[in-house]
């Protein structure tokens, strides 16, 4: 006899899709969009409930004949993937995700509906819980009172985990352990006895020492509860014993769970001899189910039995199967990096529709549409003077004191030090430019100077702490204009710049008071990705100028030949003494007479007049080849930690601890490798004192006195580029730093921000030090670094992403250290500048993943069979792909050549031109694939929403008014007439045979008559 009996699981199969078959036969029109099981789910589930659904640890143990002795030994385990015991290995096999077959689905179905299902059962220890599920058999007559010691014998036998060993094993077996004397002599004196008192205890109250250690604990939340799985063959019974029991409050159970976690759940399932493998199946079917989001909420919420029932058929509707022609069942699939959780599942398709479209097959849905671009309420247009920025104090007022205390992390020490070396490397680098373009009015002090206070007070103070201000090359190049139309005019260039910078500051405060920020709105992601990519260009292109024009300056000695390698030699010759030579008229007669010219240094000999003769004479040293090892090697090494977390050495902990450090341990490691070599390779050039460059001026800049008046007044022309270049780099910046894929919980503050980065244009031009504004690369990497994950993750699950650490401290402290820069000299000038570059190109490189527009070029080189499954290549063409990834492309070179030339001043512009391009693009691309490929305008937003609405009011007005008659068919109320119930309800949840419908009169069912309709034919 099988489980369930071959007609009956048929029987079940074909009344499950039984309402398909009905509506072809009746003529039925119209087929509604979600299945009955799938409505029944909406009633349990959206009943309002504040508490959320614990996770579910599930164990199935199968019970274990070894001679007359009966144990229960845990065969697997779930969290959310499957771990199965390697009987062969004795250890747990990888998570993997559960393959079930469909018929073990309708056999455990079917044993839900035929066993006993207890549901809120008060319940305190094992032995009640199986009292009254043996009680409860026998009063429903499925058992006779004879087998209640039998079963209860069974049920209550010892828990053997993986982490114990065997309570059977060879003498040989204890004669390797140190204890083996004791133990046979133990066994041979009272092995009888001991045999029998052990057959005849019960399961322990208590956890035992083991449980209450598990290490696998740290695995599981703490608010978890536990379902146990107990299946069975024994010799007493002839049909299965079934029983699906749901505690009212979750109970310790003693040694039933490997770990010490309360029982929720408990389903048994014993049965006649000879069915071991469909057992087994039926509770991997049951365990999988309970650790399913979707049905777990169900078995929580059930309040029959017929509950439970419409969880498995909505799992039914789910279900994708494998064809077994095509898969190898002994397959284990891999646990993918992102699953759907109940939630999306809820929200991406109808619930209980047929997930046709699942794996690529099936039809599309209609009006699937990507999620659309939100900027949130922070760019909202308030219409009162200063609006924005008061909701700005508002929002981010709450937040001020957790912006310091969450910074005291581990983490903040490797953001830290990262973007310190970040910012000093940028400071030099601009410093340098800086003063070679305005003749040492601003240099290297005042980069480090102005970096350190204009840092420190926007992460004091700025809506977004997380962005990092820096100088950008399109106010480079402003610098080196004015500086050369001041000096062609006769024009005092600080004093001039001074005034630009106060109108800047002014015109700053007017978009702020104005809620101008409104306007980022319309920047998509066509403009946010062009300007990102062309800043992660501009850093990867730097970090190669410089890296080649270390091979320039240190070349390469081609000319060294080792085979003659006796020849190199490099001689100092004296001077001729006829010839007048000025280097020797400060050394004594004597010392010229006895100077030894062939014992002088190379420097000392061009110094006294000498002249070097030999091969080796201009040998230079490879330095651009080591530059290069520790260039390239800094880069590849940082990748390659950052990616260690993934790796499979190691523990979580110390992996996700070297993933924190990975630029910290690169740059310590290249440092280290430069001073075991020794060679003279460029360092990091920090100043030691603490003045200006230039020594003819001061700290200070007055505003009067050296520019004729009309100079104070004309400069607010100048100011007004800047102020367009300030407002259109920190805001793109910021919208890009503020993505909804980081997470960020605190809100941002567009017009905060601008006023901060205004307040600091007056004060670093009063002070004659460089502007700053919103650095993308380097606000990407601090937003990288400071990413968080998930720290308690299911077996086989990866971590999930949580969210970004928002705080102001590692800003704070990478912008102090900036500042004390200079007296930390002696420990810097260490740093190779090929370590450095380095870390540039990473840092330029890291900012363009998850950027669509890269993955869209990649895509030019991969054949169709190999390109990745992205989203919008489901939905749009690849035709039309391509077209709108080379609009984007000839975009950004345009914008790279501009900036390679004089033009580069008027570059902000050029980004209000990419704003009129995606404006255009609206009449060459349909919505749909712009949805897809981009955002939609917020006018076309707008305009859609109010289509939909307008859509909604019609079929409202269309439905008639049948609210008063209206029945729910899963209340507890009965139905009031035959037309109350739908037919399709009864073919599906309470499986009322066809022919119970089509010949209600000699129909067996008490439903054929209710569900009997007259059928509808078409006209």
Same mark, same amino acid.
């Not at 309402?19 to 959206?46: C, D």
């Not at 567009?750 to 650095?775: E, I, N, Q, T």
């Given at each position: 006899?099988?489980?369930?009996?071959?007609? =009956?699981?048929?029987?079940?199969?074909?009344?499950?899709?039984?309402? *398909?078959?009905?509506?072809?036969?009746?003529?039925?029109?119209? $087929?509604?969009?979600?299945?009955?099981?799938?409505?029944?789910?909406?009633?349990?589930?959206?009943?309002?409930?504040?508490?959320?659904?614990?996770?579910?640890?599930?164990?199935?143990?199968?019970?274990?004949?070894?001679?007359?002795?009966?144990?229960?030994?845990?065969? @697997?385990?779930?969290?959310?993937?499957?771990?199965?015991?390697?009987?062969?290995?004795?250890?747990?096999?990888?998570?993997?995700?559960?393959?079930?077959?469909?018929?073990?689905?309708?056999?455990?179905?079917?044993?839900?509906?035929?066993?006993?299902?207890?549901?809120?059962?008060?319940?305190?220890?094992?032995?009640?819980?199986?009292?009254? $599920?043996?009680?409860?058999?026998?009063? =429903?007559?499925?058992?006779?009172?004879?087998?209640?010691?039998?079963?209860?014998?069974?049920?209550?036998?010892?828990?053997?985990?993986?982490?114990?060993?065997?309570?059977?094993?060879?003498?040989?077996?204890?004669?390797?352990?140190?204890?083996? @004397?004791?133990?046979?002599?133990?066994?041979?004196?009272?092995?009888?006895?001991?045999?029998?008192?052990?057959?005849?205890?019960?399961?322990?109250?208590?956890?035992?020492?083991?449980?209450?250690?598990?290490?696998?604990?740290?695995?599981?939340?703490?608010?978890?509860?536990?379902?146990?799985?107990?299946?069975?063959?024994?010799?007493?019974?002839?049909? #299965?014993?079934?029983?699906?029991?749901?505690?009212?409050?979750?109970?310790?159970?003693?040694?039933? !769970?490997?770990?010490? /976690?309360? !029982?929720?759940?408990?389903?048994?399932?014993?049965?006649?001899?000879?069915?071991?493998?469909?057992?087994?199946?039926?509770?991997?079917?049951?365990?999988?189910?309970?650790?399913?989001?979707?049905?777990?909420?169900?078995?929580?919420?059930?309040?029959?039995?017929?509950?439970?029932?419409?969880?498995?058929?909505?799992?039914?509707?789910?279900?994708? /199967?494998?064809?077994?022609?095509?898969?190898? #069942?002994?397959?284990?699939?891999?646990?993918?990096?992102?699953?759907?959780?109940?939630?999306?599942?809820?929200?991406?398709? &109808?619930?209980?529709?047929?997930?046709? !479209?699942?794996?690529?097959?099936?039809?599309?849905?209609?009006?699937?549409?990507?999620?659309?671009?939100?900027?949130?309420?922070?760019?909202?247009?308030?219409?009162?003077?200063?609006?924005?920025?008061?909701?700005?104090?508002?929002?981010?007022?709450? *937040?001020?004191?957790?912006?310091?205390?969450?910074?005291?992390?581990?983490?903040?020490?490797?953001?830290?030090?990262?973007?310190?070396?970040?910012?000093?490397?940028?400071?030099?680098?601009?410093?340098?430019?800086?003063?070679?373009?305005?003749?040492?009015?601003?240099?290297?002090?005042?980069?480090?100077?102005?970096? @350190?206070?204009?840092?420190?007070?926007?992460?004091?103070?700025?809506?977004?702490?997380?962005?990092?201000?820096?100088?950008?090359?399109?106010?480079?190049?402003? =610098?080196?204009?004015?500086?050369?139309?001041?000096?062609?005019?006769?024009?005092?260039?600080? =004093?001039?710049?001074?005034?630009?910078?106060?109108?800047?500051?002014?015109?700053?405060?007017?978009?702020?008071?104005?809620?101008?920020?409104?306007?980022?709105?319309?920047?998509?992601?066509?403009?946010?990705?062009?300007?990102?990519?062309?800043?992660?260009?501009?850093?990867?292109?730097?970090?190669?100028?410089?890296?080649?024009?270390?091979?320039?300056?240190?070349?390469?000695? !081609?000319?060294?030949?080792?085979?003659?390698?006796?020849?190199?030699?490099?001689?100092?010759?004296?001077?001729?003494?006829?010839?007048?030579?000025?280097?020797?008229?400060?050394? &004594?007669?004597?010392?010229?007479?006895?100077?030894?010219?062939?014992?002088?240094?190379?420097?000392?000999?061009?110094?006294?007049?000498?002249?070097?003769?030999?091969?080796?004479?201009?040998?230079?040293?490879?330095?651009?080849?080591?530059?290069?090892?520790?260039?390239?090697?800094?880069?590849?090494?940082? +990748?390659?930690?950052?990616?260690?977390?993934?790796?499979?050495?190691?523990?979580?902990?110390?992996?996700?601890?070297?993933?924190?450090?990975?630029?910290?341990?690169?740059?310590?490691?290249?440092?280290?490798?430069?001073?075991?070599?020794?060679?003279?390779?460029?360092?990091?050039?920090?100043?030691?004192?603490?003045?200006?460059?230039?020594?003819?001026?001061?700290?200070? +800049?007055?505003?009067?006195?050296?520019? #004729?008046?009309?100079?104070?007044?004309?400069?607010?022309?100048?100011?007004?580029?800047?102020?367009?270049?300030?407002?259109?780099?920190?805001?793109?910046?910021?919208?890009?730093?503020?993505?909804?894929?980081?997470?960020?919980?605190?809100?941002?503050?567009?017009?905060?921000?601008?006023?901060?980065?205004?307040?600091?244009?007056?004060?670093?031009?009063?002070?004659?030090? &460089? *502007?700053?504004? @919103?650095?993308? /690369?380097?606000?990407?990497?601090?937003?990288?670094?400071?990413?968080?994950?998930?720290?308690?993750?299911?077996?086989?699950?990866?971590?999930?992403?949580?969210?970004?650490?928002?705080?102001?401290?590692?800003?704070?402290? +990478?912008?102090?250290?900036?500042?004390?820069?200079?007296?930390?000299?002696?420990?810097?000038?260490?740093?190779?500048?090929?370590?450095?570059?380095?870390?540039?190109?990473?840092?330029?490189?890291?900012?363009?993943?998850?950027?669509?527009?890269?993955?869209?070029?990649?895509?030019?080189?991969?054949?169709?069979?190999?390109?990745?499954?992205?989203?919008?290549?489901?939905?749009?063409?690849?035709?039309?792909?391509?077209?709108?990834?080379?609009?984007?492309?000839?975009?950004?070179?345009?914008? *790279?050549?501009?900036?390679?030339?004089?033009?580069?001043?008027?570059?902000?512009?050029?980004?209000?031109?990419?704003?009129?391009?995606?404006?255009?693009?609206?009449?060459?691309?349909?919505?749909?694939?712009?949805?897809?490929?981009?955002?939609?305008?917020?006018?076309?937003?707008?305009?859609?929403?109010?289509?939909?609405?307008?859509?909604?009011?019609?079929?409202?007005?269309?439905? &008639?008014?049948?609210?008063?008659?209206?029945?729910?068919?899963?209340?507890?109320?009965?139905?009031?007439?035959?037309?109350?119930?739908?037919?399709?309800?009864? +073919?599906?949840?309470?499986? $009322?045979?066809?022919?119970?419908?089509?010949?209600?009169?000699?129909?067996?069912?008490?439903?054929?008559?209710?569900?009997?309709?007259?059928?509808?034919?078409?006209?």
């Amino acid at each position: 006899m099988t489980v369930c009996a071959k007609e =009956e699981i048929w029987g079940k199969i074909c009344n499950y899709y039984s309402h *398909w078959i009905i509506n072809f036969l009746l003529f039925i029109p119209e $087929i509604p969009p979600v299945s009955p099981a799938a409505e029944r789910l909406r009633y349990i589930l959206g009943e309002d409930d504040d508490m959320p659904t614990p996770t579910l640890f599930t164990e199935m143990d199968t019970l274990q004949h070894e001679g007359d002795e009966l144990e229960w030994k845990e065969s @697997a385990r779930w969290v959310k993937f499957e771990e199965k015991v390697e009987e062969g290995g004795e250890r747990w096999s990888k998570p993997h995700v559960s393959t079930l077959s469909l018929h073990s689905l309708f056999e455990l179905r079917t044993c839900l509906q035929t066993g006993t299902v207890l549901l809120d059962l008060d319940g305190y220890s094992l032995p009640q819980i199986v009292e009254e $599920i043996i009680e409860r058999q026998i009063e =429903e007559g499925m058992i006779s009172p004879d087998l209640r010691e039998k079963i209860s014998f069974v049920l209550l036998r010892k828990h053997r985990h993986q982490t114990k060993k065997p309570i059977h094993r060879s003498f040989a077996d204890m004669g390797k352990s140190s204890s083996s @004397a004791s133990e046979l002599f133990f066994l041979l004196c009272c092995l009888p006895g001991h045999a029998q008192s052990r057959s005849m205890n019960d399961i322990a109250d208590t956890p035992s020492t083991d449980q209450l250690k598990n290490k696998f604990m740290k695995k599981i939340p703490r608010d978890a509860e536990a379902s146990n799985v107990l299946v069975g063959e024994v010799d007493f019974l002839t049909k #299965p014993f079934v029983a699906f029991v749901r505690l009212a409050q979750a109970t310790t159970l003693g040694g039933l !769970t490997e770990v010490p /976690v309360p !029982t929720r759940f408990l389903f048994v399932l014993l049965g006649p001899q000879g069915k071991a493998k469909s057992y087994n199946e039926i509770g991997r079917a049951i365990a999988t189910l309970m650790v399913d989001d979707l049905f777990s909420d169900v078995a929580y919420k059930a309040r029959d039995r017929e509950d439970l029932i419409a969880g498995i058929d909505e799992f039914l509707d789910e279900v994708i /199967v494998l064809p077994p022609g095509e898969w190898d #069942p002994k397959i284990r699939i891999e646990p993918p990096k992102k699953v759907p959780s109940a939630e999306k599942r809820l929200d991406m398709y &109808p619930l209980g529709l047929m997930n046709g !479209t699942a794996g690529g097959g099936g039809g599309l849905v209609e009006d699937e549409m990507p999620v659309p671009h939100e900027l949130g309420e922070e760019l909202a247009f308030t219409g009162r003077f200063c609006g924005g920025l008061f909701l700005d104090i508002k929002r981010k007022l709450p *937040w001020l004191p957790s912006d310091f205390y969450e910074g005291f992390h581990i983490q903040s020490i490797s953001a830290v030090l990262f973007i310190y070396l970040g910012c000093i490397t940028n400071a030099i680098t601009f410093g340098g430019l800086l003063g070679d373009a305005t003749d040492n009015y601003q240099g290297v002090m005042e980069s480090f100077l102005g970096t @350190a206070l204009a840092g420190t007070v926007f992460c004091l103070f700025s809506g977004q702490p997380l962005i990092i201000l820096s100088s950008t090359g399109p106010i480079l190049i402003f =610098e080196k204009l004015l500086f050369e139309f001041s000096k062609n005019n006769g024009i005092d260039y600080m =004093e001039l710049r001074l005034w630009i910078g106060i109108h800047s500051c002014l015109q700053c405060f007017i978009l702020v008071a104005t809620d101008a920020s409104y306007i980022i709105k319309y920047m998509t992601r066509f403009t946010e990705e062009g300007f990102s990519s062309l800043i992660s260009f501009i850093f990867i292109s730097d970090a190669i100028k410089k890296m080649v024009g270390a091979f320039k300056y240190y070349p390469i000695n !081609t000319d060294f030949k080792p085979d003659y390698v006796t020849a190199y030699k490099c001689e100092c010759l004296a001077p001729d003494p006829s010839e007048f030579t000025p280097w020797l008229r400060g050394l &004594p007669t004597k010392r010229q007479c006895s100077l030894d010219w062939s014992q002088l240094s190379k420097k000392e000999c061009l110094k006294y007049g000498g002249s070097l003769v030999g091969k080796s004479c201009k040998y230079v040293p490879d330095l651009a080849l080591m530059s290069f090892i520790l260039f390239f090697g800094t880069y590849s090494m940082t +990748v390659s930690l950052k990616k260690f977390k993934f790796s499979r050495y190691f523990p979580t902990k110390l992996r996700k601890l070297i993933s924190d450090f990975s630029i910290f341990m690169s740059i310590m490691t290249f440092v280290g490798l430069d001073m075991l070599m020794g060679l003279k390779t460029p360092k990091l050039i920090v100043p030691t004192e603490f003045k200006p460059t230039r020594p003819d001026r001061g700290w200070l +800049v007055m505003p009067f006195g050296k520019n #004729p008046w009309w100079i104070y007044l004309a400069s607010f022309v100048p100011a007004l580029l800047v102020t367009i270049l300030i407002f259109m780099d920190q805001q793109i910046s910021a919208v890009i730093v503020n993505r909804k894929e980081n997470k960020l919980k605190k809100g941002c503050g567009y017009h905060l921000d601008l006023f901060w980065v205004g307040v600091l244009m007056a004060a670093c031009s009063f002070m004659g030090l &460089p *502007w700053y504004v @919103a650095a993308t /690369v380097i606000s990407i990497a601090h937003i990288d670094s400071l990413k968080m994950e998930s720290e308690s993750s299911a077996p086989g699950e990866q971590p999930q992403f949580l969210g970004v650490r928002e705080q102001r401290l590692t800003g704070i402290l +990478v912008f102090v250290l900036t500042g004390v820069s200079i007296f930390l000299a002696p420990v810097l000038q260490f740093i190779p500048m090929p370590v450095l570059y380095g870390v540039f190109l990473y840092m330029g490189v890291a900012s363009l993943s998850g950027i669509q527009f890269w993955d869209r070029i990649k895509l030019y080189m991969m054949p169709s069979k190999h390109q990745p499954d992205f989203s919008f290549l489901r939905h749009v063409p690849l035709r039309r792909v391509h077209l709108f990834t080379l609009v984007q492309i000839t975009c950004l070179a345009v914008l *790279w050549i501009l900036k390679s030339t004089f033009l580069a001043i008027i570059f902000p512009v050029m980004i209000l031109g990419l704003m009129g391009v995606r404006k255009m693009l609206d009449m060459v691309f349909s919505q749909h694939d712009l949805a897809w490929l981009d955002d939609l305008l917020p006018e076309k937003e707008k305009k859609k929403k109010e289509d939909d609405k307008k859509k909604g009011k019609d079929k409202k007005k269309a439905k &008639p008014d049948d609210s008063e008659d209206e029945y729910h068919p899963y209340s507890n109320c009965s139905p009031s007439s035959e037309s109350d119930v739908d037919r399709r309800y009864c +073919v599906l949840k309470l499986h $009322i045979p066809y022919k119970d419908l089509i010949y209600p009169s000699v129909a067996q069912s008490q439903w054929a008559a209710h569900c009997q309709a007259t059928p509808r034919h078409r006209p």
